[in-house]
């Protein structure tokens, strides 16, 4: 694995100065890696904060595009679904070079990766994550983090299937695409932290957690030690 892309999305929360921390404790955990590092997120006074943090951290190699919220985003879970696909999508576009990458990894702003294991090669037609835990809903799969191949990405993070966004949430909408392109879902091992205020709504977009996290996946055995 020589070159890997990451691309993170999302709202800055809860605040500049804990998302700065994500990027740090993250790049230190893929600190053996050859790494491009690209943040997408929306136009917020805390957005702005975190570009002046980032202009005083010139060490840190991250490249950072800001967005109008969306208007009236299509689909279910309020426009969620929407939101997260085309921001990614959106991003995709303005990466030189784009399929010059061995992996791309897909990762939120809120989160910060204490370990991450990588597989030395990517299958085709395949894209790695972790099951999800809902009872019944065998096809949602975690949407929170993933990576895959450039092509692969790139057919996953796309809006051009409109209908798959009337799903209940992010999992499911991520589960639908796979099935959609006949892709294979493949566990790896990680262990995140997701940081979040106890604030109700940011944005206009009520927050799913409303309190920090532990995600930690053993992907060798497909299976959760901590979703708390």
């Not at 202009?55 to 879970?77: A, H, M, R, T």
């Not at 990766?113 to 597989?119: G, K, N, V, W």
């Not at 966004?165 to 392109?181: C, D, E, M, R, V």
């Amino acid at each position: 694995m020589n070159k890997l892309c990451f691309i993170v999305t999302g709202i800055v929360r809860p605040n500049a100065i804990r998302v700065v921390e994500n990027i740090k404790e993250t790049l230190a955990a893929v600190n053996d890696y050859n790494i491009d590092f690209y943040i997408m997120t929306y136009k917020t006074p805390e957005a702005d904060e975190l570009i002046t943090l980032l202009n005083n951290e010139s060490q840190l190699p991250v490249n950072i595009e800001l967005i109008d919220v969306f208007k009236d985003p299509p689909g279910g879970y309020d426009g969620r679904n929407y939101m997260m696909f085309r921001t990614i999508e959106m991003m995709i576009d303005k990466i030189p070079e784009f399929d010059s990458y061995d992996c791309i990894v897909r990762h939120r702003i809120d989160c910060a990766i204490e370990t991450i294991t990588i597989p030395d090669q990517l299958e085709d037609n395949t894209y790695y994550t972790a099951h999800c835990r809902y009872p019944g809903q065998i096809i949602d799969y975690f949407d929170n983090i993933g990576l895959c191949k450039p092509n692969v990405f790139k057919n996953v993070f796309t809006t051009k299937f409109l209908e798959i966004f009337n799903s209940p949430n992010p999992h499911a909408t991520l589960g639908k695409i796979l099935q959609k392109n006949n892709y294979t879902r493949k566990p790896f091992s990680f262990k995140k932290y997701l940081y979040q205020s106890n604030d109700e709504y940011i944005l206009g977009i009520k927050q799913w957690s409303r309190r920090d996290r532990l995600f930690h996946f053993d992907g060798n055995e497909d299976r959760w030690i901590s979703y708390v």
